[in-house]
């Protein structure tokens, strides 16, 4: 007899499926990485131009999330304007929807036959649609809601009566949110930030459809791994393996001091 | 500063008649149950929140007028607050809530010496606030009050969730400070019996519940 409370007999054995068919996959990618030759498979050209244009506008989307998505976030928190739970149940959309069907309105939106790219290339001749560009707003438009979402919740937490007093002490606006506000909220803003450039360094789906897949332009490395499975190339393991491991270092980094801020918020 | 409040608040189910004047140097005290308006009649001699009608006088200047569309800034008000838990900014050292908005050369000014000896906190200047127990949190943040150039001071609730020792301790360094206190102090408790020990003038919020809340704080 073990002495301890009992539990419902053969319930833990029902999770085990759910277990091993995340695990399995992610072994199978370590497993079969073919090691001895690793480093020349991610250092090659087109391995190598597809991370370094990954980090580029993955970076880019991210720094975006920061100098657009705060602001925006701190508005949804602080301001009552009418139709606010529409708005954000607008911007919150793309972290549910297919990135496919994002990439179809992206188009629509930014092509050259879109609402608003048609005018781009009628009046200024910009086009947008199967540029970097399009790389960096189809990874925007997939990874900023968690950023902006991770905000809204931190600002929502940061206490209005250490905000009072700070004003009441002679802080304006402008110094209070800068010295009292963010501070507050850094550990939220930091653990925001490693998440949405994580879902922008894997962002696929509305990239292939908004910005194509062209090496050296718009490939960026989930396109590569993609493209090199379909020609039975040996870089796509090598490629996903280097995925996964970045992928871990962003969860450690978030589980050691950040994760727990994406609850708290402020304080 | 003397104080004239003639104004009303309302939100949702919530409604506050204040009619009040506080002489200068006065300390007036207000009681009443939790959820009476309180904490929102600071609010509003603070400048966190507009009163919805009427108007707040400090000084002989208008602060808070609805119809003249008159809303001074907090900033600009001249009035420091002790807030239920210390308001203070966590993130900040004991030493930088003290002199937030002063700049570093109060500290090596006799008055923030004598501050800092009186609330017993030199041992604590490097600590940040968040690592503080309750009392020291309130005595950092009454120092911090009685640092300020301003010549009002709000209190709200200062000896809430304390233990018993702690709010003595408080109430004896209130009282002893009061005395030689220039400005006007507003002190805001659920605690009568703090208001009888403490106030010069004591005032209580009359709130009728029903499906809404009308509250009362008239002076008789």
Known sequence: MTRRLSHPRGLSFLGLPAAGLVIVPIVAVVWRTPWSNFWSSISNDASRTALALSLRTSLIATLLALVFGTPLAWMLANSTFRGRAVVRALLVLPMVLPPVVGGVALLFAFGRRGLVGGVLD?????RLAFTETATVMAEFFVAAPFFIVVMEAAFEQVDRRVLGAARTFGAGPWRSFLTVT?????????????LTWARALG???ATITFAGNTPGRTQTVPLAVYSALESGNDSALALSMLMVAVSVVVLVALRGRWISALRRGGE | MSITMQCRFVRDTFSINVDVSVASGCVLGIAGE?????????????????????????????????EMGTFLQ????????????????????VERNLTFGRGRVLRSTPRFTEVVDAF?????????TNELSGGQRQRTSLARAFLSPSRILLLDEPTTFLDVDSRNAIRRLMKEWFETYEGTVVLVSHDSTEIEDLADVALRVNATRGTTTEANLVQG
């Open chain 2, 34 to 66: 939790n959820g009476s308006g309180k904490t929102t009649t600071l609010d509003m001699i603070a400048g966190l929140l507009p009163c919805t009608a009427g108007s707040i006088t400090i000084d002989g200047e208008v602060v808070d007028d609805s």
């Open chain 1, 182 to 194: 963010i501070p507050l909220v850094r550990p939220s803003l930091i653990a925001g930030l490693v």
């Open chain 2, 74 to 93: 907090p900033e600009h008000r001249g009035v420091a607050t002790v807030f239920q838990g210390g308001g203070l900014l966590p993130h900040l050292s």
């Open chain 2, 120 to 128: 017993d906190l030199h041992d604590l200047l490097r600590r940040k």
């Open chain 1, 122 to 126: 009628d009046w200024f001749g910009i």
């Open chain 1, 203 to 205: 962002e696929f789906g």
